[in-house]
């Protein structure tokens, strides 16, 4: 398993980083200096070391030369709490692989890090095996534990949606997902990656968005060492990591139209040039855009390339917002609090009805993406065996839009009209029914003999 230096001055942010990447099987060690880190460095070596900008002995900046000097095979991340964009570029350039501004979420420093590891191990071949080989054969982006048990969901809007999955999935047709943010796009693409031919090959995802336009060519295409000042190393850019697997681009809007051009023409030719370099390398991969705006749009609007659209527009998925699988609401809600005990060590049972009504009537703007981060939040605040309602952000309690319909027959009144209004709605299929109603189908029946209610 991968060693990793974190090195961070805050105490408590930095201990608590080092107990979620060993629950997730990481060797970690920790420095709170710029010194302290130096000595680290020299006894052992690490795959990847997290440095914060600010230390109290020196700037990461600094310490990322000394490092790169004496370890240029560590993928070094640079943490800020500034967000700087020319400062996190200016360290890329100089070496760093990657940046991430603090607070972040702990899912995607995770992301970083398994990027980082698998940068270092292609950028380290064995000497009997030629990189093409490696690329090919050894190196593969496995999913996160996390996206292996996304709930699929029982509603209709989601069964529509594994429908379209499936049937793509086996093909080499692009796919464009499409959706708010937070409903779950990556889920989507790896759940095609994962029922497609290419499923033992990598599956790569990139952050369209992320990406400094000075070093979008290099991400994507790679570099050759002495390309541009800072070019320490060969770099493998997103394409080549990919190869014989699966290119999951998000938020594809984001891209400059001077990368549009580079990337269509990579797509149509499945060829690719690095940085500095003059020769093609052949890429053979499926490529999956997701965007949260409407491409046809920028395309009218002229934002975005009209032929990369349509060729990335092969196959289009639309994923729904949550307010519209209010079925799988409680499904989704108990997968993340099996998530959350899990990262959080904790063994919270289960949600109050109270919590479970907030729930219900919040309409959750932020989707999937809210409402895990809610109960995350609500787990690790809890202190009983079941979350109540004063763990809640305020805006989830106390809702005021519109609320969603609940077809629970918990405590309801009008028993009767709400089985025959739910019936109606599921067109007499009784066993979708008895789901909407949070009941089992003997019960159903029992209340159907009851009401004297036929079919």
Same mark, same amino acid.
């Given at each position: 398993?991968?060693?990793?230096?974190?090195?961070?001055?805050?105490?408590?942010?930095?201990?608590?980083?080092?107990?979620?990447?060993?629950?997730?099987?990481?060797?970690?060690?920790?420095?709170?200096?710029?010194?302290?880190?130096?000595?680290?460095?020299?006894?052992?070596?690490?795959?990847?070391?997290?440095?914060?900008?600010? =230390?109290?002995?020196?700037?990461?900046?600094? !310490?990322?030369?000394?490092?790169?000097?004496?370890?240029?095979?560590?993928?070094?991340?640079?943490?800020?709490?500034?967000?700087?964009?020319?400062?996190?570029?200016?360290?890329?350039?100089?070496?760093?692989?990657?940046?991430?501004?603090?607070?972040?979420?702990?899912?995607?420093?995770?992301?970083?890090?398994?990027?980082?590891?698998?940068?270092?191990?292609?950028?380290?071949?064995?000497?009997?095996?030629?990189?093409?080989? !490696?690329?090919?054969?050894?190196?593969?982006?496995?999913?996160?534990?996390?996206?292996?048990?996304?709930?699929?969901?029982?509603?209709?809007?989601?069964?529509?949606?594994?429908?379209?999955?499936?049937?793509?999935?086996?093909?080499?047709?692009?796919?464009?997902?499409?959706?708010?943010?937070?409903?779950?796009?990556?889920?989507?693409?790896?759940?095609?990656?994962?029922?497609?031919?290419?499923?033992?090959?990598?599956?790569?995802?990139?952050?369209?968005?992320?990406?400094?336009?000075?070093?979008?060519?290099?991400?994507?295409?790679?570099?050759?060492?002495?390309?541009?000042?800072?070019?320490?190393?060969?770099?493998?850019?997103?394409?080549?990591?990919?190869?014989?697997?699966?290119?999951?681009?998000?938020?594809?809007?984001?891209?400059?139209?001077?990368?549009?051009?580079?990337?269509?023409?990579?797509?149509?030719?499945?060829?690719?040039?690095?940085?500095?370099?003059?020769?093609?390398?052949?890429?053979?991969?499926?490529?999956?855009?997701?965007?949260?705006?409407?491409?046809s749009n920028a395309v009218k609007k002229?934002?975005?390339?009209?032929?990369?659209?349509?060729?990335?527009?092969?196959?289009?998925?639309?994923?729904?917002?949550?307010?519209?699988?209010?079925?799988?609401?409680?499904?989704?809600?108990?997968?993340?609090?099996?998530?959350?005990?899990?990262?959080?060590?904790?063994?919270?049972?289960?949600?109050?009805?109270?919590?479970?009504?907030?729930?219900?009537?919040?309409?959750?703007?932020?989707?999937?993406?809210?409402?895990?981060?809610?109960?995350?939040?609500?787990?690790?605040?809890?202190?009983?065996?079941?979350?109540?309602?004063?763990?809640?952000?305020?805006?989830?309690?106390?809702a005021t839009q519109e609320p969603i319909?609940?077809?629970?027959?918990?405590?309801?009144?009008?028993?009767?009209?709400?089985?025959?209004?739910?019936?109606?709605?599921?067109?007499?299929?009784?066993?979708?029914?008895?789901? =909407?109603?949070?009941?089992?189908?003997?019960?159903?029946?029992?209340?159907?003999?009851?009401?004297?209610?036929?079919?």
């Open positions: 398993m991968a060693q990793i230096l974190i090195v961070e001055d805050d105490v408590a942010f930095c201990t608590m980083l080092k107990t979620f990447l060993q629950k997730k099987g990481y060797h970690i060690k920790t420095a709170f200096s710029g010194k302290e880190a130096t000595e680290t460095i020299a006894k052992d070596s690490f795959d990847v070391i997290l440095i914060d900008v600010r =230390l109290p002995d020196c700037d990461g900046i600094s !310490l990322l030369d000394e490092i790169l000097s004496k370890r240029n095979d560590t993928a070094v991340i640079i943490m800020t709490g500034y967000a700087e964009i020319n400062m996190a570029v200016n360290a890329i350039k100089q070496g760093a692989f990657d940046y991430v501004s603090k607070p972040f979420n702990p899912d995607a420093i995770l992301q970083t890090i398994e990027k980082a590891i698998e940068n270092t191990q292609i950028s380290k071949p064995p000497l009997n095996k030629s990189l093409d080989n !490696l690329v090919s054969h050894n190196v593969v982006a496995k999913p996160t534990t996390e996206k292996s048990c996304f709930v699929k969901g029982i509603s209709d809007a989601s069964k529509k949606l594994n429908e379209y999955v499936s049937l793509v999935a086996p093909t080499t047709m692009s796919v464009l997902i499409m959706g708010e943010s937070g409903t779950g796009k990556e889920y989507v693409a790896c759940s095609i990656h994962r029922a497609s031919k290419r499923n033992s090959q990598p599956f790569i995802a990139v952050d369209c968005g992320a990406i400094p336009k000075e070093l979008a060519s290099s991400e994507f295409f790679g570099h050759i060492k002495g390309s541009f000042t800072g070019a320490v190393n060969d770099k493998v850019g997103h394409f080549e990591a990919a190869n014989g697997g699966t290119l999951f681009l998000d938020e594809i809007g984001n891209l400059s139209y001077e990368l549009q051009v580079q990337l269509l023409r990579a797509l149509q030719e499945r060829k690719i040039k690095p940085v500095g370099s003059n020769t093609e390398i052949e890429v053979d991969i499926r490529v999956i855009a997701a965007t949260n705006e409407d491409l002229e934002g975005f390339r009209e032929d990369l659209f349509h060729r990335l527009n092969e196959f289009s998925i639309t994923v729904p917002a949550l307010k519209n699988r209010v079925e799988d609401l409680l499904l989704f809600a108990n997968q993340f609090l099996e998530q959350s005990n899990q990262e959080l060590d904790k063994e919270v049972l289960g949600f109050s009805e109270d919590v479970l009504n907030a729930f219900k009537h919040y309409t959750w703007p932020g989707n999937l993406r809210e409402l895990k981060n809610t109960v995350k939040r609500a787990v690790l605040l809890c202190q009983k065996e079941m979350i109540s309602l004063d763990l809640l952000p305020n805006e989830v309690v106390n319909r609940s077809y629970s027959l918990f405590k309801n009144e009008n028993e009767q009209e709400l089985i025959l209004d739910t019936l109606e709605k599921t067109k007499g299929n009784k066993a979708k029914a008895a789901r =909407l109603l949070a009941i089992d189908r003997k019960t159903l029946y029992n209340k159907l003999k009851q009401y004297n209610i036929r079919l």
